[in-house]
């Protein structure tokens, strides 16, 4: 910048007052290198420095007001057309990156309220089934109300799921409160209850109750806890609630666990926090919230992702606000005023009458209507109206003043560019430069030398306008979008979570709703048959309980290595034998993910089939694709497989499914990349 401003201010060593033409370069490097609001405070000083040092060659107070003016306008264009470049770059790219991160952000958010929401629920229910299957055939009655409990219990995980995917989902403390006695006691964990917090404001209410479900849900699996204390109530003007019981033997900082860090980042939200700690063999789990210290807000895409959008949004692009685009056009617009008034009363102090002042309202109120207000828009008769005004007023003041008008006649220029539609365009901004030579001859006075200066200033201010109104239109457009285009992504990846929701309700709840509605008319009559029922729906809860976790925690972060653990999981959960294997390098993040999601589908058809009881998986690479075979001992049903196919042709590759002999094999094909830095392949 030093080197920058010496090779700005050296020239006018010889070649004087003209130099000034090169500072304006200087006040829009400085604006957009500097950091705000550094940037303008040099600027400021740039625009006072230059007529300072034009003041040594005698210039009058007049005509430093015109360099200082001249500098200050020039350097205000030269920045915005400079960051006009990047507004358009940054348009097209943040259109993607926009829709990834409020897609990143709602999945992040799907997994907190499947974990939560839901995860307490099904635990609920499968414990609720394990007591009741116990109870029998000693104690039917006693069973058949556990299995009404059940039911309920399962309805109430049906309804939270169908909601999951539009984020309508809301809790109550008090409810919460009222099912956890129950809930444990199922668990028969001896249970104290005191919690006295009324009148909460929705948010707070909604975000205890989440942590007195997540911590209720830590207690029932821990097998040894014996013991639970439920303890709330408002102090000052905190409301607090304590959960503690006796079945942790080691401390659990909040930062240990995806549902303590859940549940920080709620309380935080609504300006809570979260402490853990250990007292005489005791874990105590407590929450603290001022419900008036901090509004409640839902974490934003932001947020959620972390860098990504904040980064996003720290760029030029996000920087600009529609009010400060449009700031800085208004400023170059009225800007042309004074410095056409200066030259005037520099020149010809005699010159500015009161038809020039007339012509520059005109023109000032026709530019600012053509600038801001979408004129290719208007009806084709205003549109000529404003631009014949317009055209009058500027060549009137070019016969009147001359070379003197400088580049007022650039308002007609810029005017035609933001009017007329198509290429024509060009050809009458040509025009307008040429009519302005053609007047400036007609009136063929001393300033005759300056007519070459007159057209092309007219030529460059048009330019100029026209390119800062385009930054206001880009700046604005992005704007708008910005909101439509998160708006889209996450309602495209609610719809992706509502078909995943639909297919464990369809299936998996279906069925252990089926069963438990059986098994609750059979408990007096047919307590065997019972007992019969009540397993099957043990065996679909369990498997219903490692999808929903494998769908939660495939949410917030997929990756292959991950996926493949929650296979073995996901298959020994639902009793099938299962051998996998991984025979290629590590791959790109892509391809990584993509095969990730595509094993996922697999296996989440395997494991809904019934009769399986044997599976392999393989992962191999060759000749520039990644193959993934998955083989089961059950029926190959095409149907049960089509989502998978689905995916795979999604991502530009093959699947097929393919019987033989007791086997089922199911193929992917899908193009990869590897690492730059392959590592050897895992076992």
Known sequence: MTALAASVFAPALWIGPQSSAFVPLLAASVLLVAPAPVNWLLCALVCVANPLLFHMYGLGPVSLVFVSAFTLVNGLVFYGLSSLATLAEELES????????????????????????????????????????????????????????????????????????????????DSQVKSIESTLSAAQIETRVAVDCRDLPEEVDSVLAIV??????????????????????????????????????????????SGLDNLASRLAAVGGRITVRREDGWFRLVAEV???????????????????????????????????????????????????????????????????????????????????????????????????????????????????????????????????RGRRKWALYAGVGALVLAAAHVIGDEQSALHGYLVTSTLQAGLAIYGLASLTAVVAELRETRDEIVRLAVTQERLGVARKVNDLLDRDLFTIMWNCGVAHSLTLTEPGRAQEHIMEVLTASRRLVTEVRSTASGYRHVSLATEVDSTRAALAAAGIDARVGIGCDRLAQASDMALALVLRDAITSVVRLSGVRRCTVEITARDGAVALRVSHDGTCDEDSVEHVRARVEALNGSFRAEPEGEWCHLTAELPFAARRDPQPARP
């Open 290 to 420: 001022r419900p008036s210290g901090h509004p409640a807000r839902q974490p934003s895409p932001e947020r959620e992702v972390g860098t990504g959008l904040g980064d996003l949004t720290r760029r030029s692009a996000l920087r600009w606000a529609p009010g400060g685009a449009n700031l800085l056009t208004l400023a170059v617009l009225l800007g042309y005023i004074p410095i056409l008034i200066t030259n005037i009363l520099w020149r010809n102090p005699a010159g500015f009458t009161l038809g020039v002042g007339a012509c520059l309202a005109v023109l000032f109120v026709t530019q600012f209507a053509h600038t801001f207000f979408g004129p290719r828009a208007w009806p084709r008769t205003v549109r000529v109206a404003t631009l014949t005004t317009q055209a009058v007023a500027s060549f009137l003041g070019v016969l009147w003043v001359g070379a003197l008008w400088g580049a007022m006649a650039g308002f007609l220029a810029g005017s035609v560019l933001l009017v007329i």
């Open 212 to 257: 007195l479900r997540e911590a209720v849900t830590n207690v029932l699996r821990h097998s040894k806890a014996r013991q639970c204390d439920v303890e709330g109530g408002v102090r000052g003007d905190f409301v607090w609630l304590s959960v503690a019981n006796d079945g942790i033997t080691s401390e659990m900082p909040p930062s240990s666990g």
């Open 94 to 173: 943040g259109r993607s990156s926009l829709g990834r991160i409020a897609a990143a952000g709602e999945r992040v958010r799907i997994a907190r309220d499947l974990h939560d929401v839901v995860g307490h629920d099904l635990l609920a229910f499968t414990l609720k089934n394990e007591l009741a299957h116990r109870l029998l055939p000693g104690a039917p009655e006693r069973a058949r109300e556990v299995m009404w409990e059940a039911l309920w219990i399962a309805r109430r995980a049906t309804a939270a799921l169908r909601m999951i995917p539009t984020g309508d989902q809301k809790l109550s403390l």
